[in-house]
């Protein structure tokens, strides 16, 4: 079964703790995505990665960390630094020359 | 700066009818163009994409046309469905930026019986 798989669904986090989104495609796509999406919003790019140990910053990067040590797997680090956190958080996968698919997503809850 | 927006929030459509979604873009040099449905707490869906050097492209029941010339991005769905009810949001990605891939605000369609 091929695709993209976001774990969990679901996370609930305590203040001034960091969080680890998991992200895994097995599509051998080069390019990974990460986005955070607020209720009622658009996509904003946090972080994105063309290459294996390689990614850039998106637009709201401040209070995130990735890494890319698998070309399957790019996980998001929510860091205590992040002063919003509570978002629904998309991971997306591409090729060099085609479209980005997209996981079902997880919704980060801070409680 | 560099963006991809949209001209509405929300469009209601008679169930039958053709619905028209459009976008604006800022920056010349995208590559590529892409829709997505998205419907509520899922992830967005691929629905047609579209390379700059084209200026439409078709689907099932959908199709994309592209004016670079005014820098506008559309897409048109046929004989618009209740299941058709959902956000779009235009997408560009720029390969020189290393694949970066920007989004627009959405469009919510609203498909009445």
């Known amino acids: 079964d091929g695709g993209i798989t976001q774990s969990p669904k679901y996370l609930f986090r305590k203040e001034g703790q960091n969080v680890t989104l998991s992200c895994e495609q097995n599509l051998n796509h080069d390019a990974m995505y990460w986005y955070r999406q607020d209720p009622g919003q658009g996509l904003r790019l946090i972080y994105y990665s063309q290459i294996v140990n390689d990614f850039q910053k998106g637009d709201i990067a401040e209070g995130y960390s990735v890494s890319r040590e698998k070309k399957e797997s790019f996980p998001l680090t929510v860091t205590s630094a992040q002063k919003n956190p509570t978002a629904f958080y998309l991971c997306?996968?591409?090729?060099?020359?085609?479209?980005?698919?997209f996981g079902q997503g997880t919704r980060l809850t801070v409680v | 700066g560099e963006s991809v927006g949209l001209h509405l929030p929300t469009l209601s459509v008679q169930e039958g009818d053709n619905s028209i979604i459009n976008c604006a873009y800022s920056?010349?040099?995208?590559?590529?163009f892409i829709w997505y449905k998205q419907e509520s707490g899922k992830g967005p869906q691929f629905i047609i994409d579209i390379r700059s050097n084209m200026d439409k492209r078709q689907g099932q029941r959908v199709t994309v046309l592209l004016n670079k010339t005014v820098k506008h991005l559309s897409l048109q769905i046929a004989a618009t469905q209740p299941g058709d009810s959902a956000v779009y949001f235009c997408a560009e990605k720029r390969e020189a930026a290393g694949n970066k891939l920007t989004f627009g605000g959405g469009t919510r369609v609203l498909v009445k019986p």
């Open positions: 997306a996968s591409s090729t060099r020359k085609s479209t980005a698919f």
């Open positions: 920056n010349s040099a995208s590559d590529y």
